[in-house]
């Protein structure tokens, strides 16, 4: 089985704080993620510096998207996303405008399962729509309510469709090897990074966690 | 019955875009809109700028939060936003997360009800968590399979909950009495004054069928 990709979540609201942990980590994950709020709140010139910055590295905004697909993501794929997402809860159509924006540029779209209420039927949706990347996601807020993704994990990755699986929500260095044996492919670690007071060797800690496992 | 405020979506990508059609329909509405597409695109600059140029106008940043409520909510209204909004299919946890924000501020939380499967319920809700408005939407998506947001307008303000309804979805100038005289608080207007070639003149045309219905 191929090692899964890592992904370095970047939470903060600042521009260069945002760059500064990125630069951190960036030679020991794969993908870079722009968070939701950060996304919010630099717009499309975050998505610029951060190509600039790391042209080698695969970028992922986190979109969340939730109407007007194609025009939203559009903009953010041009500006050099190699992945952006949709929500779950979005209507079909709206699934479908992320995923036409994605492949009119050779990128990815990715639907965020958070919320969903029936998981698989809608991953199965997604999958039929030519989505790339299943996400299974425990929002920031249901985990401060003790939820964790790994159920969900199994399913879906039990589903055997033909996408990726994503898996967020509290990773950290306890659990990331739990992960890897669950069969995702893209595995999504924030806090546990950026929140450490070495980020850099956080990150390093995670590369050897996950290519031991 | 108090007359209902006008509500300005500003749906263009483009920063100066955004502020030239703000400042044509300015005189004639109430609620100026900084879109989802375009908050994302353009990030907490536009609303600072929007903000300094319109003391005078209640802001609106159409922030759609899907999960970390308060984090993210909190530097808009800091910027100068007055409303945000939360979706209704997020976690009950995210929505009491922007309420909380914006009661920090002394300001309004709305809740949009695009694509929630029991608008009833979740507008009970909504109002029990201390939301302010409450947003009766059919996406651009949605429209342009035809749907409109009439139905959902009546049962929502047929609840008679003690919050404002709001509601947004293709209204034009042959549809705005109809929305008037279904009791809605707020009537949110894009397409058919941005879209317009003369977009003051559109403007004044809805706020002149607003008074007269």
């Known amino acids: ?5 890592i992904q370095l979540a970047l939470d903060s609201l600042d521009f260069g704080t945002t760059l500064r942990l990125a630069s951190l980590a960036a030679p020991s994950v794969d993908i870079l993620e722009i968070g939701t709020p950060c996304i919010k709140h630099n717009g499309v010139p975050l998505v610029k510096a951060m190509r600039a910055l790391f042209p080698d590295k695969k970028l992922f905004v986190d979109l969340k998207t939730m109407d007007a697909g194609e025009y939203e993501a559009t903009p953010f794929y041009d500006a050099g996303a190699d992945i952006c997402t949709v929500l779950g809860v979005a209507d079909l159509s709206t699934i479908k405008g992320v995923v036409t924006a994605a492949n009119n540029h050779g990128k990815q779209a990715q ?5 969903v209420p029936n998981k ?3 991953a199965r949706e997604a999958a039929e729509l030519g989505a790339h990347i299943i996400g299974i996601h425990t929002g920031i807020d249901q985990q401060l309510a003790g939820q964790t993704p790994f159920a969900d994990l199994n399913e879906i ?3 055997g469709l033909n996408v990726q699986v994503s898996v967020a929500g509290g990773i950290k260095p306890e659990t990331v090897q739990q ?11 924030g806090g546990a990074i950026t929140g450490s007071d070495d980020p850099a ?8 966690l996950v290519d031991a496992a």
């Open 157 to 159: 990755v039990g589903l």
């Open 1 to 5: 089985m191929a090692k899964p990709l």
């Open 179 to 189: 992960v890897v044996q669950s069969g995702a492919n893209i595995i999504v670690v």
């Open 120 to 122: 698989a039927e809608r």
């Open 111 to 115: 639907v965020d399962l958070i919320n």
């Open 201 to 208: 060797a956080a990150a390093r800690k995670i590369r050897e």
